[in-house]
Nanobody, 123 residues
Framework: QVQLVESGGGLVQPGGSLTLSCTAS????????MGWYRQAPGKERELVAVITSGGTTQYGSSVKGRFTVSRDNARNTVYLQMNSLKPEDTAVYHCNSDGMTVVGGATRYLELWGQGTLVTVSS
């Protein structure tokens, strides 16, 4: 089974830091982009950060300068280092990735979403 497994969410005080990680496991190869989206209560899902297989990054405007995305290609893992956290960063953070898999002898493209990990920023 191909899946994304996230970890690292929790409760943190304003101004604090937190690191999320997400690992792609199972029959997946040639992973392309890996990244993070978030969804706060009553709001639409928004881009947080994404990184390509070559290391090119893109950030949502609200997190630029505070969050850093990185990846370990050997471990199929993406990280999100979050600094200077604000209450408005409170959301469920979802990992997203794409790559190739083999099903019934055929190579297929797939896009994956993690179940999400809750980040709460509150004093």
């Amino acid at each position: 089974q191909v899946q994304l497994v996230e970890s690292g969410g929790g409760l943190v005080q304003p101004g604090g830091s937190l690191t999320l990680s997400c690992t792609a496991s199972g029959n997946i190869f040639s992973i392309g982009h890996m990244g993070w989206y978030r969804q706060a209560p009553g709001k639409e899902r928004e881009l947080v950060a994404v990184i390509t297989s070559g290391g090119t990054t893109q950030y949502g405007s609200s997190v630029k300068g505070r969050f850093t995305v990185s990846r370990d290609n050997a471990r199929n893992t993406v990280y999100l280092q979050m600094n200077s956290l604000k209450p408005e960063d409170t959301a469920v953070y979802h990992c997203n990735s794409d790559g190739m898999t083999v099903v019934g002898g055929a190579t297929r493209y797939l896009e994956l979403w993690g179940q999400g990990t809750l980040v709460t920023v509150s004093s």
